[in-house]
């Protein structure tokens, strides 16, 4: 004799509702990766802007460097 | 920032699946060297150009589809590279009014037009196998491509594979030196010798050498004798097999790239009436393209049209089409089999309780679907989050790689620094960190 869950299991195969949970699955996990990705990327965006804008007086002493 | 765009619309055919590969293959290491391959996957150019041309097809698109091109264009301009490429053979259909809006769209970046064609007499049978993927049912010996002034909704025509036809609209107002003709050799001694070309086209030669350029090539040309079977199975397939949506589905990807691509690939030869309707054509094309000035990159002489080697779909025996339909039964049967398996329901008629199993299954249909729908909905609208933080991250590490350059760059003495690279950074920074 087969469990309810079992029964239910049986009715959606076929019909893309075990596909479709399945690939929610995915991609909410796919989502909990990228989010750890972007808060990670937001600490390295800061750096890089204070790194850029530090090498702002360094690249115009080398272009006047290079124009004299 | 965005300074040049290389628009390759075209022509269908002409190896721009090979190209289109060789550009995504390599998209990390162009960016590096500053070329944005424009489209993040190739269905968004193809919907991008559905929607530049205004396609009728568009109405089935999802909104964020159908707002495609718009977002090319985004991409294009918040590139902080020097150039980018955008590739999709299909451009080639548009009107002269629809490229003009393309490129009021791309308005102060120099854009570029590059269009690559081949011998004339080979594009009949390339652009007929590709009508019979959509239901044609014509043989070829009586079939000719669609006439130049046919409308823009005939992808297979002169107007869409003579490059002379494509630059005529792509380039008005261009000048002849930003409107590109790349040949595509007509013997293959160099198996690098069409991205040679291309690359020398949109300036991109100097970054050939570090590319990977050994793509997979996937056959979707079908042999004499399968083409010959695909439009017999034409003459008997009817509703709901129908309208391109069905047919895009089985008869181009589950039978012919599928199946028929898979068995036998015996060239298909043209008859004297078709190769002679391809050399006038070709005639009047190289006319064209030399009298504009236009930059040719190969050499015209790769467009004059050759019959082909192989044989005419009329020589194929029924001997040879019933061999190739057993074989294409067998590997329909493994098709079904192995998808059966990874899902689908086998048939349960036979078995007790049969029935009262499939009605349940029906009634399970039934019901979730609407769910089924809304959870597609729901997963499109998040995967295109997930996307767009995706490319917020991609392009933050492409800023962290141009600040090592920069970095490298100050570590060397004054006279070997590049100007070009310190230039460019110092603009970026004042226009995005100050």
Redesign the interface.
Same mark, same amino acid.
């Given at each position: 004799m087969k469990s309810p869950a079992g029964l239910l299991r049986?009715?959606?195969?076929? !019909?893309?509702? !075990?596909?479709?949970l399945r690939?929610?699955q995915a991609?909410e996990s *796919?989502?909990v990766a990228?989010?750890e990705?972007?808060r990670l990327?937001e600490l390295?965006?800061d750096q890089?802007?204070e *790194?850029?804008?530090s090498?702002?007086p360094?690249?115009?002493a080398?272009?006047r460097?290079?124009q004299r | 920032m965005t300074e040049r765009v290389y628009l390759h619309v075209g022509t269908p055919k002409s190896g721009t699946t090979y190209l289109q590969r060789v550009l995504d293959q390599n998209r990390e290491r162009l960016a590096a060297a500053g070329v944005l391959v424009v489209g993040q996957r190739h269905v968004d150019r193809v919907h991008a150009a559905l929607v530049l041309r205004e396609d009728p097809r568009v109405s089935t698109l999802s909104a964020r589809q159908a707002q495609s091109w718009q977002r090319l264009v985004a991409q294009i301009r918040a590139w902080d590279g020097p150039s980018a490429v955008l590739s999709y053979e299909l451009f080639s259909a548009a009107t002269r009014e629809q490229a003009e809006r393309a490129l009021a769209d791309l308005a102060g970046l120099d854009v570029h037009v590059v269009i690559t064609a081949r011998d004339f007499g080979k594009m009949v049978p390339s652009a007929w196998q590709e009508r019979l993927k959509f239901g044609l049912t014509t043989p070829l010996g009586q079939w000719r491509p669609a006439r130049e002034k046919a409308g823009p909704r005939r992808e297979w025509g002169w107007r869409t594979m003579d490059p002379a036809s494509v630059a005529e609209r792509w380039g008005a107002s261009l000048a002849p030196d930003h409107v590109h003709v790349v040949t595509v050799p007509r013997e293959r001694r160099d198996p690098d010798e069409l991205w040679d070309r291309f690359a020398a086209a949109c300036d991109l030669t100097s970054t050939s050498d570090d590319l990977n350029l050994g793509v997979g090539l996937v056959n979707e040309s079908l042999g004499v004798t399968a083409a010959e079977l695909l439009r017999r199975v034409n003459e008997r397939i009817g509703p709901p097999i129908e309208g391109s949506r069905e047919q895009a589905k089985w008869l181009r990807d589950t039978l012919a790239h599928g199946v028929l691509a898979r068995l036998g690939s015996e060239p298909i030869q043209i008859n004297d009436r078709q190769l002679d309707d391809a050399q006038r054509q070709a005639n009047r094309s190289v006319q064209r393209v030399d009298e504009a000035g236009y930059d040719v990159r190969g050499d015209l002489d790769d467009l004059a049209p050759s019959r082909g080697a192989g044989r005419s779909p009329e020589d194929v025996t029924d001997a040879e089409l019933l061999d190739t339909a057993l074989d294409t039964i067998v590997q329909l049967l493994l098709l079904v089999r192995e998808r059966s398996q990874r899902?689908?329901?086998a048939d349960d008629a036979d078995v007790p309780g049969g029935r009262l199993?499939r009605a349940?299954?029906a !009634?399970?249909?039934r019901t %979730?679907a609407p769910? *089924?729908r809304h959870?597609?909905a729901a %997963?499109e609208r998040?995967?295109a989050e997930?996307e767009e933080?995706?490319a917020?991250?991609r392009a933050?590490h492409l800023?962290?790689a141009a600040?090592q350059d920069?970095?490298t760059e100050?570590l060397l003495p004054?006279g070997d620094?590049d100007?070009e690279i !310190?230039?460019r950074?110092?603009r970026?920074?004042?226009r995005? %960190?100050?």
């Open positions: 049986q009715a959606a195969d076929g !019909t893309g509702l !075990t596909d479709a690939q929610r991609v *796919l989502a990228v989010g990705n972007a990327a390295l965006e890089v802007a *790194l850029e804008r090498l702002v360094v690249l115009e080398d272009q460097a290079r | 899902g689908a329901p199993r349940a299954r !009634t399970a249909q %979730s769910y *089924l959870r597609a %997963s998040r995967i997930l933080i995706v917020a991250d933050l800023r962290v600040l920069v970095v100050l004054l620094r100007a !310190t230039g950074a110092l970026r920074y004042h995005d %960190s100050v």
